[in-house]
DNA sequence: CAGTGGTCTAGACCACGAA
DNA sequence: TCGTGGTCTAGACCACTGG
């Protein structure tokens, strides 16, 4: 137990207990120092902690104040669809349905958030764990920052780890929202038509290029994200 | 621009770029203080910081590498209901449709979760945009730990909103599915049955005591979630 | 065993902003 | 104005762990 920590956990159980409410203004930083025996440097790092998960607000001069809990915000885990099939025991498995290689342009609406422009390796596939159909994926590649794409066999392997090896990207976005399987949709993923799935849209850069768009289809049934949210 | 911050570009850069490759090593913290001839806390700084954002792993003894990159994580952000009603600028109301006093153990089973034992407050209600439902929402909310709870009046306020600011949550778990809309939610939002929607659930615990627990409906096409990763 | 990162100290200067 | 937090320095000791 370092002492910054001791420090956080002091104050995140005066919070956590209601002692201290939202707005109440925490000791300075001067009075932690004669309490902890510490030095201030010491007593930042600890607030600054509480601070970067919004516990607390700082402001100069003033102090430092136990925050209103705001907006909720969450850390979500995405894993990648391959590790998350055999995380549950099952063999996982890559069918390329389509691919073609044509202008980013011609691609679905979307594409425009990454600001590509010249040619783009679109694809079609099916993730599969133990040969069931888990995920059906459509993505598209910009080449103008992947020109190396062109030349890999999808047939396999799942080009999401694939590019995650080879690109490491710097920003990401995701959207999720829930859509009606349609009738291709049910047929990919042999499901009645009209189930509810879930729908993973991510958008990728690196270093300020876009590098692929990516939207992944779940059956509702199968599938479900979880994110957790626990200061420091 | 301070110098723990050009510290961090610099690194962030050559990541980006591609130049370092994950699994390279990065400089020493003794080189990097030569490189920007500053102190060692400030390169360790910049360097936590990174460590944080995931784009570095530090090895006692070893060094600090590029990581590989890892599982897809996000922050999720997860607006409360109100406040993302108004700010698309309609009129935010909140209708009560049920409410009673019962055993947790009464509630659905993922109230267990909480870990309550007493009574708790069971609510059904309807979020209301301009006077069309925007989600439907069922909670619970253990009268072991707010009390309080019992004796306010539902009727216009968001119980959400209440329990924000009556009590700070430390703790939050997410869930988030798609189903489709059953024949009371439909009639509830004035969808047609069987649309997909969107449902998030959320635990909340204050100092590891059960808060609530609730489920919130949105129907697929008037609802998403976004989701941003950007490293540091 | 030797060198790395992890933590800490006891100072310092400064910008901001509440009073 | 002047106290606060933000940033930095130049040291120090230590636990861990790779070679």
């Known amino acids: ?13 005066r919070i956590a207990s209601g002692e201290w409410r939202p707005g109440h203004r925490i000791p300075f930083e001067h009075e932690l120092v004669a309490e902890f025996g510490c ?17 607390i607000e700082r402001r100069r001069k003033a102090g430092s104040f136990v925050a209103r809990p705001h907006v909720q915000s ?23 349905r389509a691919l073609r290689i044509a202008p980013a342009a011609d691609g679905p609406p979307e594409l425009a958030l990454l600001g590509g ?34 030349a890999v066999d999808f047939v396999g392997e799942s080009p999401g ?14 959207r999720i929202t829930a859509v009606n399987a349609d009738r291709a949709l049910s047929r990919a993923l042999d499901i009645s038509p009209g189930l509810a799935c879930l729908s993973v849209e991510r958008w990728t850069w690196r270093a300020g290029r876009g590098v692929t768009f990516v ?18």
């Open 1 to 13: 137990m370092t002492i910054e920590e001791s420090i956080r956990r002091h104050i995140e159980a």
């Open 39 to 55: 030095a201030r440097a010491t007593v930042g790092k600890a607030l600054a902690a509480l601070t970067r998960a919004g516990l």
């Open 74 to 96: 969450a850390v979500l885990a995405i894993p990648d669809i391959p590790a998350m099939v055999e995380a549950s025991g099952k063999a996982y498995r890559f069918e390329l």
């Open 117 to 150: 422009k010249g040619n783009a390796l679109h694809l079609e596939g099916l993730h599969l764990a133990d040969d069931a159909p888990f995920a059906f994926e459509r993505r598209a590649i910009l080449l103008d920052t992947v020109p190396e794409a062109a």
């Open 161 to 174: 780890s694939w590019l995650l090896h080879q690109i490491p990207w710097t920003d990401a976005q995701h």
């Open 215 to 232: 939207r992944q289809l779940f059956p509702g049934d199968r599938y479900d994200l979880t994110a957790v949210f626990t200061p420091s």
